[in-house]
């Protein structure tokens, strides 16, 4: 628990500190007009610790470096004017915050004493930061988006290493899956949609709050906030959500409208031009136990049309499949999110597919088991194993899709080495005497005279 908290707070703050810094902290480098904190890379190199043993006596020196790449990526990014919404951090600040959450089994009172702050406190700490981190981001993909190989480059890639070089790769599945989610049944859709026309009543004819009512009810994170939701432009919201929203006046309550979510009142806040601030009371009807065997049921009985070569299994996922899904727009294949490409390797499957395909034939169909969505939203699944490699040395036939992409971060290190080598030039660089004995740091203090 503590390392994946530790490490997602991580990806919250980018380069940037901790809640509470343990380091007395002064400025070791200049870039540009970004500053490089001691306290930075010793907080990096903590969380290294926490992962590794026997840290090489380098360390420090490639952190370092590594920061300063990104304050040169940041420095550059405000002289070229890239912009990064407020709206766009608030959405990035949220999900972090609800994703620390889920690691503490969204148990806020842990989460405070975790940070020794509130959450709105936790926000604030690291607003900046994290849009630093976005513009970092921002930049450095406008530097490479250009960046592509062709074929004869990852030949030539391939063939530069060598053979007793070439990586084992293991087994590896590709699986087709059908999603369907549970359909909620008339009782439980009428008693959601009472329960928030009392509460609307409550409101407007009781003189409710209506931030009271929605951290009591509210089936969404935002209760926590009384159901403010922030500001938004245009299309930041599912279509039925938005519709009701962008036509009312300041402090009126929508009707009852549903959603993909559940069902809503939203109450208008503030209007900006084109943004607006909502706050909502979101209830999810209760899926009971026999929507749920209904919905299995279901798609067993899609199962069998295609096992009977009734249909095939590419039209039933257009015919049965959930649309929300990735796999929807794939013929149902499933995507494998740390590549891009449609092969897992089988520990890289969610344990209940693993455990699923781990004995199935190529071209067999499971039985229909139930998952949930990141945000605890009950479906279910059938999956389907399309094929099976057997563990190999690479080979430029069977692995093309891995070695290109292999070749393309080789491509991307390089351009982005030689434009760090292009602008240290031309930028002002400072660096504290404590890193002299750093050769990886060298290329910072080029001697900028003898440039024509």
Not at 106 to 133: A, H, M, P, W
Not at 268 to 292: F, Q
Request: hydrophobic share 40%.
């Amino acid at each position: 628990m503590k390392y994946w908290i530790s490490a997602l707070c991580f990806l919250f703050i980018g380069t940037n500190g901790w809640a509470q810094r343990e380091v007395i902290d002064k400025v070791v480098a200049t870039v540009g007009g970004e500053l490089v904190l001691l306290s930075e890379v010793e907080e990096q190199r903590a969380l290294m610790a926490s992962q590794q043993s026997n840290l090489p006596d380098d360390v420090r020196c490639n952190i370092m470096d590594q920061i300063m790449a990104n304050k040169l990526l940041l420095n550059q990014s405000k002289l070229d004017s890239i912009m990064v919404t407020d709206e766009e951090v608030e959405v990035q600040l949220d999900a972090r915050i609800e994703r620390i959450l889920g690691f503490m089994n969204n148990d806020v009172t842990q989460f405070e004493e975790y940070y020794g702050q509130s959450i709105n406190e936790v926000k604030t700490q690291f607003r900046e930061d994290l849009k630093n981190q976005l513009l970092v981001d921002r930049m450095r993909g406008q530097i490479m988006a250009s960046v592509t190989v062709t074929p004869s480059e990852v030949k030539t890639f391939f063939s530069s290493i060598p053979q007793d070089s070439l990586p084992y790769f293991n087994s590896e599945v590709e699986i087709g899956e059908i999603v369907y989610k549970p359909k909620v049944n008339k009782e439980e859709r009428q008693r959601a949609i009472n329960l928030l026309e009392e509460l609307r009543e409550r409101i407007v004819e009781g003189g409710e709050s209506f931030a009271e009512l929605a951290g009591k009810y509210s089936d969404d994170g935002s209760a926590r906030a009384g159901g403010d939701l922030g500001w938004a432009k245009r299309g930041r919201y599912v279509p039925e959500f938005e519709a009701a929203a962008f036509r009312l006046e300041k402090d009126e309550i929508s009707p009852v409208i549903e959603s993909e979510f559940g069902f809503h009142i939203i109450q208008m806040l503030e209007r900006r031009g084109n943004s607006i601030r909502v706050r909502h009371i979101l209830i999810k009807p209760d899926i009971t136990d026999a929507d749920l065997e209904l919905a299995r049921s279901h798609l067993d009985s899609v199962r069998h049309l295609v096992m009977n070569d009734s249909m095939s299994f590419s039209l039933a996922v257009k015919r049965f499949g959930n649309e929300d899904q990735q796999s929807y727009n794939n013929d149902g294949r499933m995507v494998n999110p740390a590549t891009g490409n449609t092969f897992f390797e089988i520990g890289d499957l969610d344990p209940d597919v693993y455990f699923t395909v781990d004995t199935m034939d190529v071209g067999d169909i499971s039985a229909p088991f139930m998952f949930r969505d990141p945000t605890g939203e009950r479906y279910f699944r059938v999956v389907q194993l399309q094929s099976r490699s057997s563990p190999h040395k690479a080979d430029l036939s069977k692995d093309y899709s891995k070695i290109q992409m292999a070749a393309i971060e080789a491509k991307k290190s390089e351009f982005i080495s030689d434009w760090v080598s292009d602008k240290v030039g031309a930028t002002y660089i400072d660096i504290d005497p404590m890193f002299n004995g750093c050769p990886v740091l060298r290329k910072w203090t080029v001697d900028k005279t003898a440039r024509p």
